[in-house]
Nanobody, 115 residues
């Protein structure tokens, strides 16, 4: 059974940092690029950052220079380090493969940034 479990969200102030984690089952993690996505109520889910199996990364323009995606292949875990958080980063954050697969979406983790 495919499982993606996100954690690490919380309520922080603008300028603070958070690190999100996503533990994945080995069957999908080892062969797939992974991505972090976010979605606000009433909006489409958007890609925030992605990382290939080889470690190549790409980011949405809105988070470049502030967020860093990484993966630990030994732990089947992908991380999102979020620095200099802004109120507009408030969303539910999800991880999935890149491109995403519909049946892999998990519960997500809520990030709330107060001004």
């Amino acid at each position: 059974q495919v499982q993606l479990v996100e954690s690490g969200g919380g309520l922080v102030q603008a300028g603070d940092s958070l690190r999100l984690s996503c533990a994945a089952s080995r069957s999908i993690f080892s062969i797939n690029a992974m991505g972090w996505y976010r979605q606000a109520p009433g909006k489409q889910r958007e890609l925030v950052a992605a990382i290939t199996t080889g470690g190549t990364t790409n980011y949405a323009d809105s988070v470049k220079g502030r967020f860093t995606i990484s993966r630990d292949n030994a732990k089947n875990t992908v991380y999102l380090q979020m620095n200099s958080l802004k109120p507009e980063d408030t969303d539910v954050y999800y991880c999935n493969t890149r491109p995403p697969r519909g049946n892999y979406w998990g519960q997500g983790t809520q990030v709330a940034v107060s001004s």
